[in-house]
Structures are given as C-alpha cells and as structure tokens.
C-alpha cells in the first residue's frame, strides 16, 4: 500500500508496479509504503505496524500480499 499526495497518471502507476525493488522512495509526493510481503513494516519511516488478532499473508501477484482475518487488523501510529 502506498499513499501520495497527488494524483497518479497510470503510466506512473505501471512503473512503479515494475520496479520497486529493492525499495528507496523515489517517487514525487510519496509518503507511505508498505508493500505487506512477509512483515507490517512501512518502508519511508522504518516503522512497523501492530497487529490484533491474526492477520496473515498470501501468495501475491509479486511475493505476498495481504490476508485479512475475522477480528483481525494492523494498526499504525
């Protein structure tokens, strides 16, 4: 997940899909990134997210992804 402060065309949005590895911010207005593969950790601030309850990951399109779970979420500050 990332956020930005401004709209993206999808070309940017292409790109950025395709190379983001190993990550460095690096797009204009980026402020959040937490790719969600295998830790809650966001990638600007080095900071991790809390979990409650059990949510877990899945195979994801590009390593893993996301997998919620009934009472379950992540939290960050």
Do not use: C, H, W
Request: no cysteine; proline share 5%.
């Amino acid at each position: 997940m990332r956020f930005f402060d401004k709209a993206l065309s999808a070309s940017e949005i292409q790109a950025i899909i395709e190379f983001d590895s190993p990550y460095m911010a690096k797009y204009s207005g980026e402020v959040f990134y937490m790719p969600f593969d295998g830790n809650y950790k966001e990638m600007i601030s080095k900071t991790e997210a809390t979990k409650i309850g059990t949510p877990d990951f899945a195979a994801g399109k590009k390593g893993q992804a996301y997998a919620g779970a009934t009472d379950s979420y992540i939290t960050y500050p």
